[in-house]
């Protein structure tokens, strides 16, 4: 099966009710894809993978399912082994190799997009005008969005081989052209 934007989309939401993990795996899509352009790779396939990674955790609620149960079910529905083991690979509790571009990336950008997702629901123009020195401020309150791992965010950056600012810069750069999607003003 060639897998198309259209059916994972179709697998995530048949998996997936919440509006805030459809909106997650919406705003981990963009700012990978974006990467994917940024280094001249797949953009559809990279893009399709970050739309699944959560796909499951809604019917896997815990570390002890997700994502390792919602493999076989992927499996099952024809998607690559390739896209399957990129996303195990986010989990750091499966102690995957990031061994690839695209495992560092998806890696990169789930934490830290949750988090300039978080810093936008509390400003008047959502992420507009965000700029990575309030991102950065907002990490260093340990009782803001205290869900993100900081050290996932500094950690995962460092793996991709960027540096901090610019990757908050790029990534709430790629999620503004869809912030009223991801329920934030802009865009
Ligand atoms: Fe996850
Ligand atoms: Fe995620």
């Not at 076989?72 to 082994?81: A, D, F, N, S």
């Not at 695209?102 to 300039?116: N, Q, V, Y």
């Not at 990575?132 to 969005?145: G, I, M, T």
């Not at 052209?177 to 003003?185: D, N, T």
Request: charged content about 30%.
């Amino acid at each position: 099966m060639e897998p198309t934007r259209e059916r994972a989309w179709e697998t995530l939401t048949r998996y997936t009710q919440s509006e805030a993990l459809r909106r997650h795996g919406l705003a981990v899509e963009v700012s990978v894809r974006a990467y994917a352009r940024k280094f001249g790779e797949d953009e559809e396939f990279w893009g399709m993978t970050a739309l699944l990674h959560d796909f499951d955790w809604e019917i896997h609620p815990t570390l002890e399912q997700h994502p390792q149960d919602g493999a076989p079910i992927l499996r099952e529905e024809g998607y690559p082994e390739e896209m399957i083991e990129a996303i195990l690979s986010h989990a750091e509790h499966l102690s995957m190799p990031r061994d690839t571009q695209l495992k560092k990336t998806l890696f990169a950008c789930d934490e830290l997009s949750g988090f300039i997702h978080a810093c936008g629901l509390v400003r008047p123009d959502g992420i507009e005008t965000l700029e990575p020195k309030s991102v950065k401020k907002k990490l260093k309150q340990p009782s803001f969005a205290s869900g993100v791992n900081r050290n996932d965010v500094y950690s995962s950056a460092e793996a991709l081989g960027v540096e901090l600012d610019d990757h908050i810069r790029f990534v709430t750069d790629a999620m503004r052209p869809i912030a009223p999607e991801l329920g934030l003003k802009g865009g």
